[in-house]
Structures are given as C-alpha cells and as structure tokens.
C-alpha cells in the first residue's frame, strides 16, 4: 500500500534538519509570512501616500476606472439597491447581461467584502480584495513549499512573501483584483496535485480545483498548467514503480477535470458571453522580448512594459542561481527543476505557446500575464535550494552569477536607480545571512534578519515600480468615489425614474464605468464582454465608443436620449460646485408604442443615421440635405460597407459643401471615422478619432440661419472617406410633438424585474411595443401570455408586434450558457459524491474487516 509521503528519488538526499519547530509554526509560519507579505504591499502604499494611507488619487487606473463600479454594483445588488440582478443588469449600456461580468470580475471569494462597509466605503473594500488576496496566496505557497520538500516553516514562509510580492503581483496584477486569486490558485494546485501524488483525499482536491476555477477561471487555467508541469517534474523524479506514478497520474487528471467541470458555469457563460462580445482591437505580437530586458526583470525595481514581470526578489534569485553548483542535491533533480525554469522562460518568447498559456488568444496589453507561472516555479526551486542549506562556498558561486546578471542587465530600459540600490543591498544582507545559517541553523535571531531583509526588499521594489509607472503619459488616475462623485449619486438617485425614464450619468465622466458607480442607467460601460450587438446598435444611433466598441459613451444629442427613454443627465461644468450640473429633458418612457405596419429591421441598411432615427422614432424628426460641393474637386464616390456610397475627400485640400435645410434647425454632423477639421455654422470641430478604437458618435454643428444655406467645409492632411449624406438638420419641433404622442400611446404601467420587463397597454392594443434596450442574444418575449419567442428589432431594440390586439407584453433574459453548464456541474457533483460515498464505504469496510482479525 502506498504511503502518505513520497519516498526519495535515487541518490537524491533527503533534507537537512530544520532543528526544532514549536507545534504552532505549521500554522503561524503561514499566517506570518500573509501578514509579511501584506506589510510590504501597505508599506509600499503608504510610501507612495496613495489611497488608503495618503491624499493622492484615490483609486488608480483600472482599479478606479472599472472594477471599483463594478464592487459598488455588487454593493447595490446585496443591499436591494442594484439595477438588475446576477443575470442582468440595467445600469450599463441601456441593459446588458451580467453574470459573466459577474464570474469573470466579482468571483474573488474577497470581493464579497465590500458588502461589509458603506457603499462610500467600497474602494476600502476593493483595496482589501487585493491586500488579502496577496496574504492568502502567499500563505499557500508557505504550506505548499513543505509539500516539495520538509524544511524549517519559517525558512518557508520568507521565502514566500517573494512569491506574494513578485513582480508579476505589482505590475500585473494589483490592478485587477480577480487576477490576484491566481495567486491562491497556484499552491492550492498545487496542494490538490500532491494529494493525489499519495494517493490521499482525493474529493477534496477535485474541490480545491474547483474552487480555484470558480474564483478566476483565467488565472486558474494558467495555474492548472503551471503545476501541471511541476507534477511532471515530481513525477520524474519519483522513485516509485512507473505503474504507479501513472495511477498518481490518473488521480491529477481526474481531479483536475472533475474540479474544472464542478464550476462549468464559470466557463461556459463567459465562453458564450465572449464570442457575442464585441472584438476586441487587434493585439499585435511584437516578437519575443531582448534578452538583456528578459534577464534585467529577475531583478527588483525596474519598470519596463514589453518584458515577463518575474522578479521574485534577491534572496530568492540567489538561492535560484546557487541551485544548480548545490552538491546535496542530485544531479537530476537539478537538471530536471533547471529545464523546468527554462523551458517555461523561453515559451514568452514563441507566440504559440504564449497563446497557449492565455487560452489561445493573444491578450491585449501586456502578452505575459502568464509570469506568474515562472514566478511560483523559481520560488519553489529557491525552496529546494534552501531546504539544504547551501554551503558558503555554494553561495559564493551563486553571488558571482548574480553580480554577473546585473553586469549584463546594466544597459536595460528595464534598470533603475532603485534596481541599483536594492539589487547589492539585498544581495549582501541575504549571501551574508545565509552563510550564518548554514553555520548555525535556523536560529530566531537570523530568520528574523532574513525576515527584515526581504520585507523590505519587496517593499522597496514595488514602490520603485510604482514611482516609475505614475510617470508614464499613459497612466492617467481617475478618482471615483470622492466627494464629487458622491454629490453626483445623490443627484442622479433622487432623480430616478426607472423603469418608466432612464437617469443618465454622461457626458460627464468620473470613471469608466459610471453608471454603475453611482447607480444610474446609462451607456456608458467598460467590459470584456459587452455585446457586439449593443454596441453596434449604439454605434448605429449615433453613439460614440472607445477600446474598439468595448467601452460605449452616452449620447450628445437630444434624439439619442429620447429613444433611448432619458429624462435626465450630466454635463461637465467647471463652475459647478462638483464640476458637473444635472439636465433634464423630457423623453418618452423605455417601452412605447409604434402604429401598426411600422417596419422593423431587415438586411436592408439604413441610408444614414438620420434616416435610422427617423424610422426608430416613426417620425421624420431629421431632414437630410443633399451636399453641392462648394470648393475643390467635387469628391468622387467610393463604396462604403454600410450604407451605401461614400465621399472620397482628398488628403491635404480643403473640401467645401453647401447644404440647405429649413431656417432654426439644428445641424448634426456624423462623419465618425473622419480624422481633421470641420467648419460649419460658426462652429469648428477637431475631431480625431482612431479607427475603429474610438469615434465621438454624433456631433453638434449649430443652428441653421434664416437664409437656410450654410456651408460645411472639411480639411484633412490625410485621405479618408466619409458618409455620404453626413450631415442632418434636426425640427425639434417635430421632435418635441413625436414625444409628447409616444408618452400619450404609452403603457399604463411599466415593471422591471432582475432580468424582466414588461409593460400593460389598454385591452386591444394594436402595433408593436419598442423596449429601448438592445436586442442581445436570451431575450424571449410574450404577449398575453402567449408562447415566448425570440423578438424582432427596431434599430437594433427589442421589438414586439401585438398582433390582433394585446394588453400585456413580457419580456426576461436567459443567460446562454447557463443551464448547460449547472447540467455539467451537476454530474461533476454526482461524480464526486460517488466516489466520496465508495471512499467511505471502503474505508468502513476495511476496518470492520480488520476489528474482527
């Protein structure tokens, strides 16, 4: 029968003694190194004077800008204040659906924290999402080191707060706060892994894959892989039978699997989500990092964009670099963990295994968010390494190649004077450290000087890196939750009228993610996952976007905001009190009337915007003038996807039209890829957007005067087409009449549930019900009660005929995904309880055999 430890492998020693540990440091050594490794990252924080320990920008980059919303929503939908629910969500994009935002950014189990604290609190709570995830992550690795070799608890632990505090965790991942469970994912593994290596617990491995999966299924399938291949390296070095290290084998893969299938809905719900999701802009891979730039991030304090972040700290790397001239550790044991960390150093360098390591899909922004995997690989090594004590003279060997790597890294964009300065400093303290415990052991005095060297060594480091990048030019804070912030919310909420009207956040913008933040419902959302078709829809309205569609902006206009049913908004006001003033305009309800025979959408393109808002109103609201060239070469057609022909404008001339509308109207523009500038009616637009990262949607030219000619001219350096009929002259007379007849045809009564909607006309009712909110995938609506179907679209909004006549029409979102995945999970649990229950069983029958022998 197999024992619960491994035996050694052939010729390989077993540890030295670790000398006498108090009973309690099994579980103290971990909570110390959580609390080290914490320290160091609010040590850090604090010397920067940055939230919560300072007055500086209260939230930083994404942190502020997108994921702070998204833990106030959390907020909102625990306490009963939240537009939605899990499935859905009515605050963002006129309606979006939520649970893979959900599983995807909130399923860091410390993200429940924010419920805890005041809603004006929720940045303290987000802080502490990726403070705890840190001290958790670092306190696994404590235990999981003891599980690679047994060793001094305390030794583990230091080593540790390297790996917590590694420079994958201060440049990668403190900005996201669900990456950072892939810190727990890691040595929760790789917990799991060792388990079924003796052949122990395994229902409660197959649970902690689950757990690191439900948590963040990004990082947990890098981690998945990263400790897969460390059990490949164990299982080399196994001295077992061949047969059974493949049963060991079977264990991991079976746990493996069945854990990954016990949180299905994890992967099938953002899997959909994101191939109805928006493209994302194309990343581009740009080769494999320099060398000298690759080598210069094992050390601390640099900053540079373009290179693996896998700086573990300089004890750690020198206890890497001694490992290979160690003499107690045999010769293949370190060739194995050596070809380990180079093997996963160079698959950076080749796009396909960086795709491999990212899901097949080149992320944007950084391609080596998949670091952390190496960082856990050479804090393990520096585990072996230490767990035998290198010999001075071990250490001095190691120390030359660590003077030799800053030599060569010298001349890296990556080096800065903190590099510098903490590189020799801590090198010194720790070969010096070392030596004396090599002598003597692991005596309190040393642990604690090992402990003092590398707590502030990490501290020191992530406040160089943190220095440096405040400086970049594309690093810009956004404050969110500060006291203007709050002001707006208290407006925008006492203005509320949803569901019968929307109370609109921009264009004012404190974050990326606004409506959320202050809990309105608005365009404006930043996700991975927001639908192609909402944002397309919007696009086609006349909505501006950035980041490619995955961010969308609030309508400008007044039509904008009447079909889409807003009542209120802010615009930026630099006398304000708070820098923004609240507007309202009157707007028809978010479910109204069309007459019958009103046509929805067909493959059939829309000539132009003004034309789509025309039909989406059911009024001619908009009058499109024809453009007569007025100056230059008359501008040649060219086809344009969309709608039809385009004008050709040449580069480096001035393009002039004249265009006639009727006296008092006002002139929009919307030329949304159209790079340079625009004159028209006293007014002078700059527009510059980057194709097809960012548009401004629809722009105000002026009012037209008496004589109702008025001349638009366009002058660019480059040459670029634009719509043919860009310019519309709005009647907001006829405008004002079309609301006033849609709030007069409007239903009686409007309710919205989690992920519902429905709305009660009188008895008879005849044409089609519009909900303004985009038509995504799992909207299935009724009428009276009728059969639920798929509905139809105006302008890309839910639309639903009312046949012969209606009194009720409902609608509710499905989640696609969703029940596909709880069927998967459900067998996975069955799975798990069977072989649990048979375990038992087992068990039980062997000791009742036995009692009677």
Same mark, same amino acid.
């Given at each position: 029968?197999?024992?619960?430890?491994?035996?050694?492998?052939?010729?390989?020693?077993?540890?030295?003694?670790?000398?006498?540990? +108090?009973?309690?440091?099994?579980?103290?050594?971990?909570?110390?190194?959580?609390?080290?490794?914490?320290?160091?990252?609010?040590?850090?924080?604090?010397?920067?004077?940055?939230?919560?320990?300072?007055? +500086?920008?209260?939230?930083?980059?994404?942190?502020?800008?997108?994921?702070?919303?998204?833990?106030?929503?959390?907020?909102?939908?625990?306490?009963?204040?939240?537009?939605?629910?899990?499935?859905?969500?009515?605050?963002?994009?006129?309606?979006?659906?939520?649970?893979?935002?959900?599983?995807?950014?909130?399923?860091?189990?410390?993200?429940?924290?924010?419920?805890?604290?005041? +809603?004006?609190?929720?940045?303290?709570?987000?802080?502490?999402?990726?403070?705890?995830?840190?001290?958790?992550?670092?306190?696994?690795?404590?235990?999981?080191?003891?599980?690679?070799?047994?060793?001094?608890?305390?030794?583990?632990?230091?080593?540790?707060?390297?790996?917590?505090?590694?420079?994958?965790?201060?440049?990668?991942?403190?900005?996201?706060?669900?990456?950072?469970?892939?810190?727990?994912?890691?040595?929760?593994?790789?917990?799991?892994?060792?388990?079924?290596?003796?052949? +122990?617990?395994?229902?409660?491995?197959?649970?902690?894959?689950?757990?690191?999966?439900?948590?963040?299924?990004?990082?947990?399938?890098?981690?998945?892989?990263?400790?897969?291949?460390?059990?490949?390296?164990?299982?080399?070095?196994?001295?077992?039978?061949?047969?059974?290290?493949?049963?060991?084998?079977?264990?991991?893969?079976?746990?493996?699997?069945?854990?990954?299938?016990?949180?299905?809905?994890?992967?099938?719900?953002?899997?959909?989500?994101?191939?109805?999701?928006?493209?994302?802009?194309?990343?581009?891979?740009?080769?494999?990092?320099?060398?000298?730039?690759?080598?210069?991030?094992?050390?601390?304090?640099?900053?540079?964009?373009?290179?693996?972040?896998?700086?573990?700290?300089?004890?750690?790397?020198?206890?890497?670099?001694?490992?290979?001239?160690?003499?107690?550790?045999?010769?293949?044991?370190?060739?194995?963990?050596?070809?380990?960390?180079?093997?996963?150093?160079?698959?950076?360098?080749?796009?396909?295994?960086?795709?491999?390591?990212?899901?097949?899909?080149?992320?944007?922004?950084?391609?080596?968010?998949?670091?952390?995997?190496?960082?856990?690989?050479?804090?393990?090594?520096?585990?072996?390494?230490?767990?035998?004590?290198?010999?001075?003279?071990?250490?001095?060997?190691?120390?030359?190649?660590?003077?030799?790597?800053?030599?060569?890294?010298?001349?890296?964009?990556?080096?800065?004077?903190?590099?510098?300065?903490?590189?020799?400093?801590?090198?010194?303290?720790?070969?010096?450290?070392?030596?004396?415990?090599?002598?003597?052991?692991?005596?309190?005095?040393?642990?604690?000087?090992?402990?003092?060297?590398?707590?502030?060594?990490?501290?020191?480091?992530?406040?160089?890196?943190?220095?440096?990048?405040?400086?970049?030019?594309?690093?810009?804070?956004?404050?969110?939750?500060?006291?203007?912030?709050?002001?707006?919310?208290?407006?925008?909420?006492?203005?509320?009228?949803?569901?019968?009207?929307?109370?609109?956040?921009?264009?004012?913008?404190?974050?990326?993610?606004?409506?959320?933040?202050?809990?309105?419902?608005?365009?404006?959302?930043?996700?991975?996952?927001?639908?192609?078709?909402?944002?397309?829809?919007?696009?086609?309205?006349?909505?501006?976007?950035?980041?490619?569609?995955?961010?969308?902006?609030?309508?400008?206009?007044?039509?904008?905001?009447?079909?889409?049913?807003?009542?209120?908004?802010?615009?930026?006001?630099?006398?304000?009190?708070?820098?923004?003033?609240?507007?309202?305009?009157?707007?028809?309800?978010?479910?109204?009337?069309?007459?019958?025979?009103?046509?929805?959408?067909?493959?059939?393109?829309?000539?132009?915007?003004?034309?789509?808002?025309?039909?989406?109103?059911?009024?001619?609201?908009?009058?499109?003038?024809?453009?007569?060239?007025?100056?230059?070469?008359?501008?040649?057609?060219?086809?344009?996807?969309?709608?039809?022909?385009?004008?050709?404008?040449?580069?480096?001339?001035?393009?002039?039209?004249?265009?006639?509308?009727?006296?008092?109207?006002?002139?929009?523009?919307?030329?949304?890829?159209?790079?340079?500038?625009?004159?028209?009616?006293?007014?002078?637009?700059?527009?510059?957007?980057?194709?097809?990262?960012?548009?401004?949607?629809?722009?105000?030219?002026?009012?037209?005067?008496?004589?109702?000619?008025? =001349?638009?001219?366009?002058?660019?350096?480059?040459?670029?087409?634009?719509?043919?009929?860009?310019?519309?002259?709005?009647?907001?007379? =006829?405008?004002?009449?079309?609301?006033?007849?849609?709030?007069?045809?409007?239903?009686?009564?409007?309710?919205?549930?989690?992920?519902?909607?429905?709305?009660?006309?009188?008895?008879?009712?005849?044409?089609?019900?519009?909900?303004?909110?985009?038509?995504?995938?799992?909207?299935?609506?009724?009428?009276?009660?009728?059969?639920?179907?798929?509905?139809?679209?105006?302008?890309?909004?839910?639309?639903?005929?009312?046949?012969?006549?209606?009194?009720?029409?409902?609608?509710?979102?499905?989640?696609?995904?969703?029940?596909?995945?709880?069927?998967?999970?459900?067998?996975?649990?069955?799975?798990?309880?069977?072989?649990?229950?048979?375990?038992?069983?087992?068990?039980?029958?062997?000791?009742?055999?036995?009692?009677?022998?």
């Amino acid at each position: 029968m197999l024992k619960t430890s491994l035996r050694p492998a052939a010729g390989r020693q077993a540890a030295a003694p670790a000398g006498p540990a +108090r009973p309690g440091a099994r579980w103290i050594a971990p909570l110390a190194s959580a609390l080290g490794a914490m320290g160091a990252y609010c040590l850090a924080t604090a010397a920067r004077g940055t939230y919560p320990f300072g007055g +500086r920008s209260r939230a930083v980059n994404d942190l502020g800008n997108q994921f702070v919303p998204f833990h106030a929503h959390l907020w909102d939908l625990v306490h009963g204040q939240g537009g939605g629910d899990l499935l859905f969500n009515w605050n963002s994009g006129y309606g979006v659906p939520f649970l893979a935002d959900f599983l995807t950014y909130l399923m860091n189990p410390f993200s429940w924290l924010v419920v805890l604290f005041s +809603r004006e609190g929720t940045e303290l709570g987000v802080f502490l999402v990726t403070l705890l995830s840190i001290g958790l992550g670092t306190a696994l690795m404590t235990v999981f080191l003891g599980r690679l070799r047994p060793g001094s608890p305390w030794l583990r632990a230091v080593l540790a707060v390297g790996y917590g505090m590694s420079g994958w965790t201060t440049y990668d991942g403190w900005s996201d706060p669900m990456w950072l469970w892939g810190l727990v994912s890691f040595p929760l593994i790789g917990i799991a892994t060792d388990w079924c290596l003796q052949r +122990r617990r395994w229902p409660t491995a197959t649970l902690l894959v689950a757990a690191c999966w439900a948590g963040n299924f990004y990082t947990a399938a890098m981690a998945t892989l990263g400790m897969g291949l460390i059990l490949m390296v164990r299982l080399l070095l196994d001295a077992r039978p061949a047969r059974d290290k493949g049963r060991a084998l079977l264990r991991a893969l079976t746990a493996t699997t069945t854990g990954i299938l016990l949180a299905a809905p994890v992967v099938t719900v953002p899997y959909l989500a994101s191939r109805a999701a928006q493209p994302p802009p194309d990343a581009v891979w740009d080769g494999p990092p320099d060398v000298r730039d690759y080598l210069a991030h094992l050390l601390p304090g640099g900053y540079y964009t373009s290179t693996p972040r896998i700086c573990v700290g300089v004890l750690a790397l020198l206890l890497v670099l001694t490992f290979p001239f160690m003499g107690k550790v045999a010769r293949r044991e370190r060739a194995a963990w050596c070809a380990l960390a180079v093997l996963v150093a160079l698959s950076y360098t080749w796009r396909p295994t960086v795709l491999l390591w990212h899901g097949l899909a080149l992320p944007n922004g950084s391609p080596y968010r998949a670091a952390i995997a190496l960082t856990a690989i050479l804090v393990s090594i520096a585990w072996l390494a230490l767990a035998q004590r290198p010999s001075p003279r071990e250490l001095l060997l190691g120390s030359g190649l660590l003077a030799l790597l800053l030599a060569v890294a010298a001349g890296s964009r990556y080096v800065s004077p903190g590099t510098w300065i903490l590189t020799p400093a801590a090198l010194a303290a720790s070969a010096g450290l070392l030596c004396l415990l090599h002598r003597h052991g692991p005596r309190t005095a040393l642990l604690s000087a090992l402990a003092c060297t590398v707590l502030l060594g990490t501290a020191g480091a992530a406040y160089s890196v943190s220095e440096i990048r405040d400086r970049q030019p594309f690093w810009q804070p956004k404050t969110t939750l500060d006291a203007n912030a709050l002001a707006a919310r208290e407006v925008v909420r006492a203005h509320d009228t949803w569901p019968t009207g929307r109370s609109e956040t921009g264009p004012h913008e404190f974050a990326d993610n606004d409506p959320l933040l202050l809990g309105a419902q608005g365009a404006s959302y930043y996700s991975s996952y927001v639908p192609a078709r909402t944002a397309q829809t919007l696009h086609d309205l006349g909505a501006g976007w950035e980041i490619g569609g995955r961010h969308l902006l609030a309508f400008t206009d007044p039509v904008g905001r009447a079909i889409m049913g807003v009542t209120s908004h802010l615009e930026s006001s630099a006398g304000a009190p708070h820098g923004f003033t609240q507007v309202f305009q009157p707007a028809p309800p978010v479910v109204t009337l069309r007459p019958p025979g009103t046509p929805l959408d067909t493959a059939v393109p829309d000539p132009s915007v003004f034309a789509r808002r025309n039909r989406v109103l059911g009024a001619p609201v908009y009058s499109v003038p024809a453009l007569t060239p007025a100056q230059g070469p008359r501008p040649p057609a060219s086809p344009e996807t969309a709608a039809g022909a385009a004008l050709h404008l040449a580069g480096g001339r001035t393009t002039a039209f004249t265009a006639r509308c009727a006296p008092g109207t006002a002139a929009d523009l919307y030329a949304p890829w159209y790079a340079g500038t625009v004159r028209a009616l006293g007014a002078t637009l700059t527009p510059d957007p980057l194709r097809p990262m960012a548009n401004p949607g629809l722009q105000t030219l002026g009012t037209v005067p008496a004589a109702g000619t008025f =001349t638009v001219t366009f002058d660019s350096a480059r040459t670029q087409d634009i719509p043919r009929t860009p310019v519309g002259c709005l009647d907001r007379g =006829t405008l004002d009449k079309v609301v006033a007849t849609l709030k007069t045809t409007a239903p009686a009564r409007i309710t919205a549930g989690g992920h519902s909607i429905d709305a009660a006309f009188r008895p008879g009712t005849t044409g089609t019900a519009v909900i303004a909110v985009p038509a995504v995938d799992g909207w299935r609506c009724q009428v009276d009660g009728g059969a639920a179907k798929t509905p139809g679209t105006l302008g890309g909004l839910i639309a639903v005929r009312l046949g012969g006549g209606g009194s009720r029409v409902a609608c509710s979102y499905h989640t696609p995904g969703l029940k596909p995945g709880l069927v998967v999970s459900g067998l996975a649990l069955a799975t798990l309880l069977a072989v649990a229950i048979g375990g038992a069983l087992r068990t039980r029958t062997r000791r009742s055999s036995t009692g009677k022998h």
